[in-house]
């Protein structure tokens, strides 16, 4: 039998857009698949960024300055979706009510009243499937992190660290950009663009907050606006949430950060979980070892840091002896999202999906609380019946 063919078009044809179309291009990385995408149309109001895409990917057949114009292309199956924030809530539900499934960029709309709007458009549109883009879950490290928790390894969980770090915003001389804008990437800040990478597992995990107290910073007040003058700069830089989490049977402390500034960090990814069996952490600043702590009552503790082979959630042409890097995990993630439109959630080749909406509506009830806290001083409660 040969492979499913997806045919998809992109929105947005900036940084995020070409590493899709180099994921799409990497296809044959993978080994042993039975589908995949193909790009057949783009769509940006810069004509000079969907001419990259006419240049550098073949499949590329149309090109619009319209998204609507994309979407009314029957040719297109499915969406990815990498436009600033405050486009989102219009866009994806467009996008949803068209009927193309849609894999969009966190944090699925610019405030919660957003994202409301575009859970009410998945609601009406059932036979649609929407994911919410978090590539950093797929590294082997994490993943055995994740089959850990599913086995119970950490018996009662003591507590949780997750985080999101780089320091692409320490130099003051770096000119201003729309994710300093409230306008455009919304008061959330760091915790809207880059929280739904650190709050991705801890959802799955069934890890909700059951509270929050937020320490946020504006550590950059002002920066250049390219044309010779400094503008303030709007959203936080910095924020480190403090969460209690209450499960079923246990209850813990869950510290999670976002940072734009954080020195020596280009792009770290981390999560580290304490427990009375087991304790164990995994960072992409050291992507291929995993570290754990076995425990047993009256022994002696120790930590083992072992490498983590080249073992993917998706089996690759890569011998297991290489490192895994920031580009696999985006060939994983959509091979993912692939995976579930060629066969439903059901039948995936294999059972970590993408993140779903219901995990970045979770994301919006926890940086919503934030906020409160931030401007009352006080731990704010987080309610998640409907």
């Not at 769509?43 to 319209?66: G, L």
């Not at 292309?73 to 486009?87: G, K, R, T």
């Not at 507590?159 to 950009?177: C, M, Q, R, Y």
């Not at 606006?225 to 936080?236: F, I, L």
């Amino acid at each position: 039998m040969g492979k499913r063919t997806i045919s998809f078009g992109v929105i947005g044809c900036g940084l995020m857009g070409k590493e899709f179309a180099s994921a799409a291009a990497r296809w044959l990385h993978l080994d042993d698949v039975d589908f995949e995408p193909r790009i057949v149309a783009v769509c940006d109001a810069n004509p000079a960024a969907a001419e990259w895409f006419k240049r550098q990917v073949p499949s590329v057949e149309r090109t619009y300055s319209d998204y609507k114009e994309l979407l009314a292309d029957d040719s297109v199956e499915a969406i990815y979706c990498a436009v600033p924030h405050n486009l989102h809530a219009q866009l994806y539900v467009d996008i949803i009510e068209s009927g193309k499934h849609l894999l969009g960029e966190k944090p699925f709309g610019i405030d919660a009243e957003a994202n409301a709007r575009i859970n009410d458009a998945l609601e009406a549109n059932p036979g649609v499937i929407v994911r919410c883009s978090s590539e950093f879950p797929f590294y082997p490290g994490a993943h055995q992190i994740i089959q850990w928790v599913n086995e119970g390894k950490f018996g009662r969980i003591i507590e949780v660290e997750a985080g999101f770090w780089h320091s692409s915003d320490l130099d003051p001389t770096k000119p201003i950009n729309w994710k300093r804008r409230i306008a455009t990437n919304g008061e959330y800040g760091c915790m809207g663009d880059l929280g739904m990478h650190v709050l991705h597992l801890p959802m799955r995990f069934g890890w909700k907050p059951n509270s929050v107290r937020a320490l946020l910073s504006k550590i950059v007040s002002e920066r250049p606006d390219g044309k010779g003058g400094m503008v303030p700069c709007e959203t936080w830089d910095n924020a480190i949430l403090a969460c209690d989490v209450k499960t079923a049977d246990q209850q813990f402390p869950m510290v999670l950060s976002t940072k734009r500034i954080a020195p020596g960090h280009a792009n770290t990814w981390f999560i580290r979980i304490q427990g009375t069996d087991m304790s164990a952490e995994f960072s992409t600043k050291n992507p291929k070892q995993v570290s754990s702590l076995p425990y047993t009552p009256g022994k002696q503790q120790a930590w083992h840091t072992v490498d983590a082979p080249y073992k993917s959630a998706y089996a690759t042409i890569t011998g297991g002896i290489f490192e895994f890097g920031f580009s696999d995990s985006i060939l994983q993630m959509w091979a993912a999202f692939c995976d579930e439109l060629a066969h439903g959630a059901d039948g995936m080749t294999q059972p970590f999906r993408c993140a779903t909406p219901e995990e970045a509506s979770g994301s919006h009830r926890v940086f919503t609380a934030a906020l409160e806290s931030e401007r009352t001083g006080a731990t704010a409660a987080i309610e998640w019946r409907d």
